[in-house]
């Protein structure tokens, strides 16, 4: 029953679109198995940290920006930030809304 009653929210809120793991609440995100939440593994090869390090922040700017539909304000404070710096790191990994 909670479960439908979040779809049918979500349907409501989000209106059209994909639904995306930063629509669903706290709570369902924490009863997911892990695979749903994949963990970086270091191949043997090695990894580029600067790499993972820059795909996980525009993963949380996305999140984020997904989150509050893009309002750039309550996603900056949702992470924590500075508007100026949000907009600054979506500069950097050049992400705007398509």
């Known amino acids: 029953r909670e479960l439908e009653?979040?779809?049918?929210r979500i349907v409501i809120l989000k209106g059209e679109g994909l639904v995306e793991t930063g629509d669903l609440?706290?709570?369902?995100?924490?009863?997911?198995?892990h695979s749903l939440h994949p963990?970086?593994?270091?191949?043997?090869?090695?990894?580029s940290f600067n790499?993972?390090?820059?795909?996980?922040e525009?993963?949380?700017?996305?999140?984020?920006?997904n989150r509050?539909?893009?309002?750039?304000?309550?996603?900056?404070?949702?992470l924590n930030l500075n508007r100026t710096t949000l907009v600054e790191k979506m500069k950097k990994i050049?992400?705007?809304?398509?």
């Open 39 to 47: 963990r970086i593994q270091i191949p043997e090869s090695g990894i």
């Open 94 to 98: 050049d992400l705007s809304r398509a």
């Open 5 to 8: 009653n979040m779809i049918e």
């Open 68 to 78: 509050t539909n893009w309002v750039k304000n309550k996603a900056a404070k949702l």
């Open 51 to 56: 790499t993972a390090v820059n795909e996980f």
């Open 58 to 65: 525009r993963e949380l700017i996305l999140q984020a920006l």
């Open 25 to 33: 609440s706290e709570k369902i995100l924490a009863s997911t198995p």
